[in-house]
């Protein structure tokens, strides 16, 4: 077989074969289980395509859940954010969408369960005394006052917590496991609360609510999930997510699995953060194309291929590190490099009229739509006296090596004719306004002229059958390199991490697409319509990334 088509297994596929082999197993499940309390961003993304990805290898099942134990910060609009996200990637949920929030029935019976079996107990202890009694990393806890109350006082008073007669805060259900233990999440975790809270499904039926470290168990194990994948900050939590599942008496219980989380260069991932961008006014929404949540992903012109092969990439591991974010732009241009059409505009315009072209005429010229794939055809150019070339392609002084226009040398217009530079105009500032050229009607594009070689060769737009439009250019929010946090603590952003080029020419093919489709710019990079601030009559672009790149694969 190939070497290179010889994909190995990551550490998560080699731990389900050999479950699948011990038979512990007849099929897997997985799922994604979100919180609505932000937007998804990358990191989530690798989640979700790891997770999708892992049922339809193992022809399992892949439930999507929305983990909404927690009513204080969640909201419907995430809901709705996080399910359009998540079918935009491709990963296709089996079933409904599931609510941890419909299991809060079975989660209070399992609370009294524990409670019968005296494994768990109600606690008075304030806030500040159940830390107290915590203990730390090298001293153990204590036992509270509180940990040997009879079952049947648990019972009574756990129902009336259920039943809304005390405080928010003065009682807690806690499991009783042991206040020595090594790890401090066994040391009595609280597993109910009592919070007076509305929440998004349930309203306000509940005035308890369930610990993340007891729901979350509970619900993979209501769902049959077989392998249950978080991050590796979860890790430590793994003992007690046993011993819930054990304790509750499931008998297929999930198994945990920890993974590194995704981190990014020059980026900002973590809800907390990105939200505080939006919140503050810094980004125009959770969408700005200038962040990495999915939406903005999607917006800035990001196809979901494109984020699978960056995941296939950088592979599932163990340990943290950062990832490249100019790997994530590499996959992006190969992914696009085939598939977009290739469209002349001019984003810094300086005007180029040919002398010698008749006034007021225009030709129809063909150009390939994408000269690496055939099969997208031909598109019809018009050409004209007048033409918008960029500004830095003409000089008037030209360094050594310079090829493209100046005073007596000729270039080849794209997909057009040759064109010598006869003079130019400047304003009084001494800046060039206008560019004389003549052309030879010789050496048309396509007519098999071999007579003389030009070195240059530049893209220009027909000053009158030209659509002016909108374009924006990128830079990352944060430079790792110039650190991304301030002294005290804020965010160090790139003061240059937009522009606006409001003067931007485009050729009129442009017309017939989109809001959402993609384009070569030619030598100027990939170019998105922007889907929020396009117009019946003004079309906005989002750069993607530039054409130049700055990594390479590595060899194999
Ligand atoms: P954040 O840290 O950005 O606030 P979160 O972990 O609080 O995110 P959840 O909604 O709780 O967000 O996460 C849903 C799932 O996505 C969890 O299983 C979580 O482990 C996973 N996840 C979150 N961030 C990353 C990441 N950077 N890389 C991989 N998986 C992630
Ligand atoms: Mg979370």
């Known amino acids: 077989m190939d070497k290179e088509n010889v994909v190995s297994k990551n550490f998560i596929e080699k731990i389900i074969d050999e479950d699948l082999a011990q038979g512990k197993y007849t099929k897997i499940a997985t799922r994604f289980p979100p919180e609505p309390n932000g937007y998804l961003h990358i990191g989530h993304a690798k989640s979700i395509l790891l997770n999708y990805g892992l049922a339809k290898k193992y022809n399992g099942t892949f439930n999507l859940r929305f983990d909404d134990t927690n009513p204080m910060k969640e909201k419907t609009e995430f809901v709705e954010s996080i399910v359009s996200d998540v079918e935009w990637l491709g990963a296709q949920y089996d079933g409904d969408i599931k609510f941890a929030s419909n299991y809060f029935d079975q989660m ?3 609370a009294v369960l524990l409670i019968k079996k005296g494994k768990a107990y109600v606690c008075d202890l304030s806030p500040e005394q159940i830390k107290e009694y915590r203990g730390t990393l090298t001293e153990p806890g ?11 006082e648990n019972l009574d008073l756990f129902e009336r917590m259920k039943n809304g007669e005390f405080e928010d805060g003065s009682k807690v259900l806690r499991a ?10 066994m040391r009595d975790p609280i597993i109910y609360r009592v919070a007076r809270m509305t929440h998004h499904n349930t ?11 007891f729901a979350h168990p509970i619900e993979d194990a209501i769902e049959g999930i077989t392998h249950s994948i978080c991050t590796l900050e979860f890790e430590d939590h793994r003992p007690l997510y046993d011993w819930v599942v054990q304790e509750v008496g499931y008998e297929h219980p999930p198994k945990q699995i920890e993974f590194a989380k ?18 503050e006014g810094i980004v125009d929404g959770w969408d700005d194309p200038r962040l990495v949540t999915i939406a903005a992903l999607r917006r800035r012109g990001f196809t979901p ?104 040398n000729e270039v080849r217009l794209m997909n057009a004719y040759f064109v010598k530079c006869v003079s130019y105009e400047k304003d009084e500032n001494g800046k060039v306004t206008v560019v004389h050229c003549t052309y030879d009607p010789e ?13 240059g060769t530049i893209h220009w737009v027909p000053v009158h059958h030209c659509k002016k439009v909108t374009a924006r250019l990128y830079e990352n929010l944060v430079d790792e390199e110039k650190g991304v946090y301030n002294e005290d603590g804020s965010l160090n952003l790139n003061p240059n991490s937009l522009t606006v080029i409001e003067d931007c020419y485009v050729e009129p093919a442009i017309e017939k697409y989109k809001p959402g489709d993609s384009f070569q710019f030619v030598r100027n990079g990939y170019f998105c319509i922007d889907t929020k601030d396009t117009t019946e009559d003004h079309l906005v672009f989002n750069r993607i990334v530039s054409l ?9």
């Open 443 to 455: 050496t048309k594009n396509g007519t098999g002229f071999t007579g003389r070689k030009v070195k």
């Open 108 to 110: 209070y019976e399992a």
């Open 203 to 213: 309203g306000d039926k509940w005035c308890i609510y369930p610990m993340y470290d």
């Open 142 to 152: 204590k036992d509270s006052p509180y940990r040997n109350r009879s079952v049947e």
């Open 548 to 556: 130049k790149s700055s990594f390479k694969l590595p060899k194999k």
């Open 176 to 185: 009783k496991i042991d206040m020595a233990s090594s790890n401090i999440n």
């Open 305 to 408: 291929e494109s984020i699978k092969d960056f995941m296939e990439l950088i592979g599932v591991t163990k340990s943290n590190s950062s990832n490249d974010y100019a790997m994530l732009e590499y996959c992006i241009r190969n992914d696009l490099k085939p598939k977009a059409p290739r469209v002349m505009a001019v984003l810094d315009p300086i005007k180029l009229v040919i002398d010698n072209y008749p006034e007021g005429e225009v030709e129809y010229l063909d150009a390939m739509v994408n000269m690496e794939n055939p099969d997208l055809g031909y598109e019809k150019v018009p050409f004209e006296r007048e033409l918008w070339i960029e500004r830095e392609d003409f000089m008037e002084e030209p360094p050594k090596k310079y090829f493209r226009l100046f005073p007596g």
């Open 262 to 279: 995704l981190y990014l260069t020059n980026v900002i991932t973590g809800k907390r953060y990105i939200k505080r961008l939006v919140d």
